[in-house]
């Protein structure tokens, strides 16, 4: 069955993976692979790996295809790896927080399954993503001030190579809390966007679920005091769970796609984790702050129902805003900035938006410094499309400027390689292609894309 | 000047300097470099790295020798490039909580810069090593299992290469909280031990220091007692900021040198930080937990003389554990499995210690699943230092067994080689060996380290 797949073109089966999953609705064209393969297991990966490293043939891992940043388009064409049907989840260890999952496993899928434990993954990206995939672009999301990014939650990794080795980038079955043994070659994997290997399998930190949760939305007089809000609680220490940003158009969004009744103003929105007890003094907290930045109302709830319909709506955002224009599509900005510049450069990319005549929206995982503009755009008009492009780049290098990064979780892909070039530099380049080149020597493995 | 001292082998010099700095009181043997050079800045730096790339003369950074894994051992000859000089403390941005340091500025040095700011830099390894070589080592220490090691608070690293050019591993000056931007270059950096380049200024990750805290003591009637509240401590989501264990032997040796009174038991040092209200429900969590594990007294203190004094005496375990025998060398072990395993693990090498007829303590950063025995031994007689050797590679295996690491924090060095193979594979070594051997092509860096 194997060989059956490998080598035989099969164009429309890729397109229609593409079709059904890919989110990529990015200004990236869509570029179907040669071929698609479903792997069951590492060795099959292997062995075709090998085969394709034999007859130098492109390979592009494949998600769930919920990547913006174009990472599985298949530029060269090749073999794209649909590693959907490896979808075990292995090795759980309540008593040591640690769980090892196959790429077919999305992070809702584990978070059922860790249901009945304590236990939680708390990366969100707020798609239902793999989270091998998730591994491979660095991701985090709302949690993400909290918790941490993939990059402290995964603690091993088995990647297939593009000759088809086998590498457990901290050992087999290792799954200690720290090491100081040799390079990070966990580190390095995670956010390599499917350049250096497969990852077949990762293992991953869990945290416990929190005692008590609680919800608050609280809505500001500008974009300048909701940021500037967000900047003092972070820095006054409230262990804050979440701390999302939308701006009005987004609010208005969200109200009409998800039925909710905010006030259409900036807004933010918060969860706070601990015990009971813990938990009114980091919203006492949080409340101060809130209305010494002009929020005349912060409201909250210990009602999961009302928790849920909440971060239900913030993490359909990116729907909310393609229906600001039905029929147009999606692109989503995401730089990072040191907190401290995070209003300034809002306020100028909201001014931006305007001067441009682009419709978009604006929310972000302010409490990292991490914000997008999520822009809906008609890419048969040339000139629209010309201008989100410029608007994109503009507001990269505008973080750039404020020693900020060009992408703070959705990765480079194929449209940030111009910015990564800025914001790392000549030396840094090389650097990543002299690794690039002799892990994966013919470049075969996810080619075009990052560098 | 620089070329006075650069290509006069000055092995008198370098012997200075690791009498005067070299804690390294392992089984290494000293070996000290043909030269020692004190550059000034990045640019003599890399002037220095180019000219011994030309001349084929490697390099051994130093930082301030207090690495315990002969790191700094010239075993190949060479020139020491001691960084002290270099010792300036740059970009303090309180609002970001961020700080660039050179490698002179040791931890306690920083902390006392920051006194005034509100922030502090939490990894501590008790020794006041400087900031790069802490990097330069993947080094945590005491608050690790609440504040992170060195690799989750290093921002940004500015690094010379072998052949003189300077990277910028998060790219020129940035010092955003996360990224996605292209390989994790600064993950790669941290941890390598001088064999990858040379860091010339490591930007750094400050947090706030917390409204109040809070010193405990606690005794167990057993190793086991104490390892077992330790687990059930960290399970139940007390973020503890510290827990240290010390055996029954160090709790006396630290009694003798210190001057304190404590019970002669298995016994539990642990510090916790937050609000004043946080604090309490903290200590009682903690409390019932002792008590459950069979510990009849929880002694706490909020006086910060007495926490001092706790605190001195943890960090003083070496020295403490070197004066039970007198004139004898000391050698520490460093393995870290999942945190279920601690107990096991650590009931055995207390065992194997007896067993062996060595003499030595047991301390440990237990909330990570992280221990150091301290043995001292006579380093003149053959058949003791043999069975030191034997008792360490036995110590590493049983942890690799365990899933664990050969090394939590202080690195691979010489002496940990046979065992990083043994823990990552030949997959990954070769991974590890294709890394240096492309940024490293002339095997100048550090040689005979880690690979
Ligand atoms: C509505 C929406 C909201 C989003 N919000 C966020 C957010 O808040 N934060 C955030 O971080 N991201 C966000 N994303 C982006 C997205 O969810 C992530 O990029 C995700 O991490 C990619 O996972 P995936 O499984 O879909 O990977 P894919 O899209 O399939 O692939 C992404 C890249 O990773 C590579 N890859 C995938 N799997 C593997 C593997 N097993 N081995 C090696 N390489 C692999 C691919 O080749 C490609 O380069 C959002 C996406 C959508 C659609
Ligand atoms: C009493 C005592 C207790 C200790 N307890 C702990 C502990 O609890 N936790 C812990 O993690 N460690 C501990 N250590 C070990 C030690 O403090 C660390 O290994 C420290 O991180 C090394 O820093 P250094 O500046 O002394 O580096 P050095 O000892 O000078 O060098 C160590 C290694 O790093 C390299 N290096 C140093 N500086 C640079 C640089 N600027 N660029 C590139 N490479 C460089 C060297 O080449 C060498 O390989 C302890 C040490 C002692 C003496």
């Excluded at 590492?42 to 075709?48: F, I, Y």
């Excluded at 130098?56 to 388009?73: A, D, K, M, S, Y």
Aim: with cysteine; aromatic share 6%.
């Amino acid at each position: 069955m194997l060989k059956a797949v490998v080598g035989e073109p099969n164009v429309s089966t890729a397109a229609v993976v593409l079709e059904q999953h890919g989110h990529d609705e990015s200004m990236h064209r869509c570029s179907p692979p040669d071929a698609v393969v479903w792997p069951q297991s590492v060795e099959q990966v292997s062995r075709l790996a090998a085969l394709c490293y034999d007859h130098r043939i492109p390979i592009i891992p494949f998600g769930t295809g919920t990547g913006l940043e174009g990472g599985v388009n298949a530029i060269r064409g090749g073999i794209c790896f649909n590693l959907t049907h490896m979808d075990r989840i292995l090795d759980l260890n309540v008593d040591d927080f640690s769980v090892t999952v196959e790429p077919g496993v999305t992070r809702k899928a584990l978070n059922s399954y860790l249901r009945d434990t304590g236990l939680w993954f708390p990366v969100d990206p707020g798609a239902d993503a793999s989270l091998c995939g998730m591994a491979a672009t660095g991701a985090s999301g709302t949690n993400a001030v909290r918790y941490g990014t993939m990059v402290e939650n995964v603690v091993n990794l088995e990647v297939v190579l593009a000759n088809g080795q086998i590498l457990h980038t901290s050992g087999q079955g290792r799954r200690f809390r720290k090491s100081s043994a040799g390079y990070n070659l966990t580190g390095l994997f995670v956010g390599s966007e499917g350049t250096l290997g497969l990852i077949t399998t990762a293992t991953l930190r869990l945290h416990g679920i929190p005692e008590a949760t609680v919800g608050a939305v609280c809505a500001f007089p500008s974009i300048q005091t909701a940021v500037d809000c967000t900047v003092q609680i972070i820095q006054s220490g409230v262990p804050v769970a979440r701390i999302e940003f939308l701006d009005e158009v987004m609010i208005d969004a969200c109200n009409k796609y998800s039925g909710l009744t905010n006030a259409v103003a900036p807004t933010l929105f918060l969860e706070f984790h601990g015990s009971q007890q813990g938990l009114e003094e980091q919203l006492r907290r949080t409340e101060e702050i809130t209305q010494q930045n002009g929020s005349s109302h912060f409201v909250w709830s210990e009602e999961l129902e009302e928790q849920n319909r909440l971060w239900a709506a913030r993490h359909n955002a990116w729907y909310a805003t393609l229906a600001l224009r039905p029929g147009c599509k999606g692109y989503s900005t995401d730089v990072c900035v040191p907190i401290s510049r995070l209003p300034e450069i809002m306020v100028q990319a909201k001014e931006d938006m305007k001067t441009s005549g682009l419709t978009g929206t604006i929310v972000g995982h302010v409490g990292d410094g991490n914000f997008h503009c999520i822009l809906v755009f008609n890419s048969e008009d040339a000139d629209e499309s010309r201008r989100v492009e410029e608007f994109v780049k503009q507001l990269g290098r505008n973080a750039l400027a404020m020693r900020g990064t060009c992408t703070g979780e959705h990765g480079i892909g194929l449209g940030k390689r111009q910015l990564l070039k800025e914001e790392i530099g000549p030396v840094g380049m090389e650097t990543m292609r002299q690794i690039k080149s002799v892990l994966d020597p013919k470049n075969l493995m996810n080619p075009g894309k990052v560098l």
